[in-house]
């Protein structure tokens, strides 16, 4: 890491994003069955060792709380990004081929969070423009980048 990096990632200020999940948290309805916690293994009095253990099982969706899609994720009339056509050779039961999240290198970067909604709530089908994203950071007085996450 070079003595700039190291520096400006020392001056770096963090903001975790994450949507927590538990049992209940919000979930758009093609997700179901939604964050699910299962204890089953409990510490008990009376075993035969001091020491005890307590395990969990966790079945989620992929669309469980706070993260990054793939690029397999989205598909326009069965075209992946990059103009990949969809087929078994791509799709399989087990997960995809080409465009998997093991694909995307980590982010280092400058992230910028806009407020397009300015406050407000935006209907379920609504589609931020590129033009929204240029009025929101315009009016926030930021500028964006090339390298930069929005």
Not at 42 to 51: F, L, N
Not at 82 to 103: A, E, L, N, P
Not at 112 to 132: F, K, M, N, S, Y
């Amino acid at each position: 890491m070079s003595p700039a990096l190291h520096d400006l990632l020392g001056r770096a200020r963090v903001f975790d994003l994450e949507q927590s999940r538990f049992a209940g948290a919000p979930s758009h309805p093609a997700h179901a069955p939604g964050f699910n916690y299962f204890l089953h293994r409990h510490h008990a009095r009376g075993a035969p060792e001091a020491r005890t253990s307590a395990s969990g099982l966790v079945v989620m969706p992929e669309h469980s709380g706070t993260h990054i899609d793939a690029l397999a994720h989205q598909a326009e009339n069965m075209i992946l990004h990059g103009g990949v056509h969809i087929d078994s050779g791509v799709q399989t039961s087990v997960g995809f081929r080409v465009h998997g999240i093991d694909t995307l290198a980590p982010l280092v970067c400058r992230g910028v969070l806009l407020d397009v909604a300015r406050g407000q709530l935006l209907p379920p089908d609504h589609a931020i423009t590129r033009q929204e994203l240029e009025q929101a950071a315009s009016l926030e007085g930021l500028e964006i980048r090339a390298g930069d996450v929005v």
